[in-house]
């Protein structure tokens, strides 16, 4: 089993690659023609319209960094906070089966790239010089 030890940047890089992917996407949408929407939406959940901006910039510019690799563990925890506000005002009522699973899914990721960093296959690896 210790061919398993050794893949654990591998694992480590898809988990990235998975979160990243999900958030620049969700985030693309909001930062690039739909912020005004989502700022008016964020403010219909009761909360100030400037924390869309937040939100947007959180989904997209943190998932550009758990992406690459690059301050993987801060742009972790925006991804965190940004799902768990969501999963707070917009999920929570819809239960496991009605939605609620795929961003708590998505969360537990970010939660784990907190506490894992990027690994060795990553931007911050290679720029601190570890080999």
Do not use: C, N
């Not at 996407?25 to 700022?39: E, R, W």
């Not at 943190?62 to 991804?79: N, S």
């Not at 819809?94 to 790239?113: D, T, W």
């Amino acid at each position: 089993m210790r061919w398993l030890e050794r893949a654990q940047p591998l694992a480590l890089l898809v988990l990235r690659f998975v979160l990243g992917v999900i958030m620049v996407a969700h985030g693309y949408g909001k930062v690039f023609g739909g912020l005004s929407h989502h700022v008016q939406f964020v403010h219909t959940l009761g909360l100030s319209g400037w924390l869309g901006y937040l939100s947007a910039g959180a989904e997209f510019i943190g998932g550009l960094m758990v992406l690459l690799g690059v301050a993987t563990r801060i742009g972790a925890l925006l991804i965190l906070l940004d799902l768990l506000v969501a999963i707070w005002k917009v999920h929570m009522h819809q239960g496991l089966r009605g939605g609620l699973e795929f961003p708590l899914s998505v969360a537990a990721i970010a939660f784990a790239l907190i506490f894992f960093g990027g690994g060795p296959i990553s931007v911050e690896w290679i720029w601190k010089g570890k080999s």
